[in-house]
Protein backbone atom coordinates (compact mmCIF):
# COMPACT_ATOMS: atom_id res chain seq x y z
CA UNK A 1 0.00 0.00 0.00
CA UNK A 2 1.46 3.24 -0.99
CA UNK A 3 1.51 5.69 1.67
CA UNK A 4 -0.04 9.73 1.23
CA UNK A 5 1.24 12.50 3.65
CA UNK A 6 -1.04 15.91 3.75
CA UNK A 7 -0.13 18.90 5.73
CA UNK A 8 -3.01 20.82 6.18
CA UNK A 9 -1.43 23.85 7.84
CA UNK A 10 -3.81 26.41 9.95
CA UNK A 11 -2.82 29.56 12.13
CA UNK A 12 -5.64 28.71 14.53
CA UNK A 13 -4.72 30.10 17.95
CA UNK A 14 -3.64 28.29 20.96
CA UNK A 15 -4.79 28.79 24.88
CA UNK A 16 -5.44 27.26 27.65
CA UNK A 17 -8.00 27.30 30.14
CA UNK A 18 -8.32 28.67 33.72
CA UNK A 19 -5.19 27.18 35.79
CA UNK A 20 -4.03 24.89 33.04
CA UNK A 21 -1.02 24.33 32.24
CA UNK A 22 -2.62 22.36 29.07
CA UNK A 23 -2.90 23.79 25.61
CA UNK A 24 -5.15 23.74 22.71
CA UNK A 25 -6.26 25.23 19.55
CA UNK A 26 -9.98 24.88 19.12
CA UNK A 27 -9.17 25.39 15.31
CA UNK A 28 -7.38 22.77 14.62
CA UNK A 29 -9.79 20.55 16.57
CA UNK A 30 -12.28 21.43 14.27
CA UNK A 31 -9.98 20.48 11.31
CA UNK A 32 -9.16 17.28 12.82
CA UNK A 33 -13.23 16.46 13.34
CA UNK A 34 -13.51 17.18 9.83
CA UNK A 35 -10.35 15.27 8.31
CA UNK A 36 -12.35 11.99 10.35
CA UNK A 37 -15.70 13.01 8.85
CA UNK A 38 -13.85 12.76 5.73
CA UNK A 39 -12.48 9.89 6.07
CA UNK A 40 -14.81 7.26 8.07
CA UNK A 41 -17.65 9.02 5.68
CA UNK A 42 -16.22 9.45 2.54
CA UNK A 43 -17.95 8.12 -0.37
CA UNK A 44 -15.08 7.24 -2.61
CA UNK A 45 -12.92 5.54 0.24
CA UNK A 46 -14.15 4.73 3.31
CA UNK A 47 -11.86 4.01 6.26
CA UNK A 48 -13.60 2.31 9.44
CA UNK A 49 -12.65 4.58 12.43
CA UNK A 50 -11.28 2.34 14.14
CA UNK A 51 -8.46 2.64 11.44
CA UNK A 52 -8.10 5.77 12.39
CA UNK A 53 -5.39 7.71 14.70
CA UNK A 54 -5.31 10.86 16.34
CA UNK A 55 -2.06 12.34 17.93
CA UNK A 56 -1.70 15.26 19.82
CA UNK A 57 0.89 16.66 22.43
CA UNK A 58 -1.41 17.99 24.76
CA UNK A 59 -4.44 16.59 27.47
CA UNK A 60 -6.53 19.32 26.94
CA UNK A 61 -6.21 18.87 22.98
CA UNK A 62 -6.90 15.55 23.48
CA UNK A 63 -10.46 16.57 25.49
CA UNK A 64 -11.64 18.91 23.06
CA UNK A 65 -10.81 16.48 19.89
CA UNK A 66 -12.76 13.58 21.44
CA UNK A 67 -15.65 16.22 22.65
CA UNK A 68 -16.13 16.60 18.73
CA UNK A 69 -15.87 13.27 17.63
CA UNK A 70 -18.34 12.11 20.08
CA UNK A 71 -20.13 14.98 18.67
CA UNK A 72 -20.70 12.92 15.25
CA UNK A 73 -20.53 9.34 16.42
CA UNK A 74 -16.73 8.89 15.87
CA UNK A 75 -16.06 7.73 18.90
CA UNK A 76 -14.33 4.55 17.50
CA UNK A 77 -11.30 6.68 16.85
CA UNK A 78 -8.12 6.79 19.23
CA UNK A 79 -7.50 10.53 20.20
CA UNK A 80 -4.18 10.41 22.50
CA UNK A 81 0.23 10.91 23.03
CA UNK A 82 1.76 9.86 21.40
CA UNK A 83 3.40 6.56 23.81
CA UNK A 84 -0.52 5.78 23.87
CA UNK A 85 0.16 5.00 20.09
CA UNK A 86 4.03 2.93 20.42
CA UNK A 87 3.90 -0.10 18.72
CA UNK A 88 0.60 0.44 16.76
CA UNK A 89 -0.47 1.49 13.24
CA UNK A 90 -3.35 2.87 11.75
CA UNK A 91 -4.42 3.03 8.31
CA UNK A 92 -4.38 7.02 8.81
CA UNK A 93 -2.93 9.28 11.26
CA UNK A 94 -3.89 12.81 12.15
CA UNK A 95 -1.25 14.57 14.25
CA UNK A 96 -2.40 17.84 15.54
CA UNK A 97 0.46 19.80 16.78
CA UNK A 98 -1.20 23.16 18.80
CA UNK A 99 0.69 24.93 19.49
CA UNK A 100 0.78 28.69 17.02
CA UNK A 101 1.98 31.42 18.73
CA UNK A 102 4.78 32.73 16.91
CA UNK A 103 6.43 35.31 19.29
CA UNK A 104 8.93 34.08 21.20
CA UNK A 105 8.17 30.70 23.53
CA UNK A 106 8.33 30.95 27.10
CA UNK A 107 11.44 27.62 26.26
CA UNK A 108 11.95 26.98 23.29
CA UNK A 109 12.72 23.43 24.19
CA UNK A 110 9.55 22.86 24.67
CA UNK A 111 7.56 24.55 22.26
CA UNK A 112 6.22 21.37 21.04
CA UNK A 113 5.37 19.18 23.62
CA UNK A 114 6.47 15.70 22.66
CA UNK A 115 6.78 16.41 19.15
CA UNK A 116 10.08 18.62 19.73
CA UNK A 117 11.78 15.32 20.88
CA UNK A 118 12.95 13.69 17.35
CA UNK A 119 12.31 9.85 18.66
CA UNK A 120 8.48 10.91 19.73
CA UNK A 121 8.61 12.65 16.07
CA UNK A 122 9.73 9.59 14.27
CA UNK A 123 7.03 7.61 16.24
CA UNK A 124 4.13 10.01 15.61
CA UNK A 125 5.22 9.92 11.62
CA UNK A 126 5.79 6.41 11.40
CA UNK A 127 2.39 5.30 12.73
CA UNK A 128 0.63 5.10 9.85
CA UNK A 129 -0.02 2.72 7.23
CA UNK A 130 -1.47 4.68 4.51
CA UNK A 131 -1.71 8.47 5.12
CA UNK A 132 -0.27 11.05 7.12
CA UNK A 133 -2.27 14.04 7.83
CA UNK A 134 -0.19 17.38 9.94
CA UNK A 135 -2.10 19.89 11.56
CA UNK A 136 -0.37 22.76 12.74
CA UNK A 137 1.17 26.78 12.38
CA UNK A 138 4.37 26.61 9.59
CA UNK A 139 5.69 29.55 10.82
CA UNK A 140 5.85 27.61 14.10
CA UNK A 141 6.95 23.91 12.82
CA UNK A 142 9.85 25.40 10.51
CA UNK A 143 11.84 26.16 14.11
CA UNK A 144 12.26 22.55 14.88
CA UNK A 145 14.55 20.41 12.46
CA UNK A 146 12.48 17.38 12.19
CA UNK A 147 9.24 19.52 11.22
CA UNK A 148 11.01 21.85 9.12
CA UNK A 149 12.32 19.06 7.11
CA UNK A 150 8.72 17.58 6.55
CA UNK A 151 7.46 21.00 5.58
CA UNK A 152 10.51 20.85 2.91
CA UNK A 153 9.30 17.33 2.14
CA UNK A 154 5.66 18.44 1.72
CA UNK A 155 5.95 21.60 -0.09
CA UNK A 156 8.78 19.62 -3.16
CA UNK A 157 6.38 17.03 -3.09
CA UNK A 158 3.09 18.96 -3.72
CA UNK A 159 0.73 17.73 -0.68
CA UNK A 160 1.02 21.20 0.96
CA UNK A 161 -1.86 22.77 1.78
CA UNK A 162 -3.26 25.83 4.12
CA UNK A 163 -1.87 29.32 4.77
CA UNK A 164 1.05 31.06 3.54
CA UNK A 165 4.27 29.47 4.06
CA UNK A 166 6.81 31.53 5.82
CA UNK A 167 9.50 33.18 4.18
CA UNK A 168 12.27 30.78 4.37
CA UNK A 169 9.92 28.06 2.67
CA UNK A 170 8.40 29.77 0.13
CA UNK A 171 11.20 29.43 -2.45
CA UNK A 172 10.04 25.54 -2.51
CA UNK A 173 6.58 26.16 -3.63
CA UNK A 174 6.08 25.73 -7.12
Known amino acids: MSHSLVSQLTQGSEAREGR???????????????????????????????????????????????????????????????????????????????????????DDRYFLGFLSNSKRFNVAVTRPKALLIVLGNPHVLVRDPCFGALLEYSITNGVYTGCNLPPELQALQK
Do not use: H
Open 20 to 106: SPSWFNAAEAVQVMRYCCLLARGISSQVSASDIGVITPYRKQVEKIKILLRNVDLMDIKVGSVEEFQGQEYLAIIISTVRSNEDRFE
